[in-house]
T-cell receptor
């Protein structure tokens, strides 16, 4: 199997708060993890790619200091939305792939719905 | 250019019908293709993964890739109400990761 667990599933918080989202691969070692945002009726937008033990690679237009990614182990990556504002409200989804080959399928968590008041 | 084009639908068909979902892509570097199913408020679930032109079958699902025309399809036989979901196609290759289509919202009417 390839189970990816994402926590929390839902967050509602005040503007200015920092929010941490965890992504865990439960039954495999994930050398690479990905973080996406998904807007209604839009495709998944890749935010960053993280490899265990190294700095994340951010997509153009994604602020590194705003979205902090840590991939400290082969089974855990975290995304911290710092000083969140209403425009950061979105559905954030992580995925993980086995191995380092670029053609490995990605397995997704169930997402985190973030609402900033 | 990294776009993957997919009709967002909704596509509504009666139960038992054969469903055809399609995507086109423009990046010739794409080497592998995937279909994901996403239920409301859930993450995408991998359905099919193909690495070459041709057909790949898994139960009621058949994925078809035509690299010459940059066209990928997913067929669902004997469709069930539980197949109602959003179906995302994705392509990947080279140094980049996956590029997703916007997804097609499928409704199977009982």
């Amino acid at each position: 199997g390839a189970v990816v667990s994402q926590h929390p599933s839902r967050v509602i918080c005040k503007s200015g708060t920092s929010v941490k989202i965890e992504c865990r691969s439960l039954d495999f070692q994930a050398t690479t993890m990905f973080w996406y945002r998904q807007f209604p009726k839009k495709s998944l937008m890749l935010m960053a790619t993280s490899n265990e033990g190294s700095k994340a690679t951010y997509e153009q237009g994604v602020e590194k200091d705003k979205f902090l990614i840590n991939h400290a182990s082969l089974t855990l990556s975290t995304l911290t939305v710092t000083s969140a504002h209403p425009e950061d409200s979105s559905f954030y989804i992580c995925s993980a792939s086995k191995g380092q080959a670029i053609n490995q399928p990605q397995h997704f968590g169930d997402g985190t719905r973030l609402s900033i008041l | 250019q990294k776009e993957v084009e997919q009709d967002p639908g909704p596509l509504s068909v009666p139960e038992g019908a054969i469903v055809s979902l399609n995507c086109t892509y423009s990046n010739s570097a794409f080497q592998y293709f995937m279909w994901y199913r996403q239920y409301s408020r859930k993450g995408p679930e991998l359905l099919m993964y193909t690495y070459s032109s041709g057909n790949k079958e898994d139960g009621r699902f058949t994925a078809q890739v035509d690299k010459s025309s940059k066209y990928i399809s997913l067929f669902i036989r004997d469709s069930q109400p539980s197949d109602s979901a959003t179906y995302l196609c994705a392509g990947g290759g080279g140094a980049d990761g996956l590029t997703f289509g916007k997804g097609t919202h499928l409704i199977i009417q009982p």
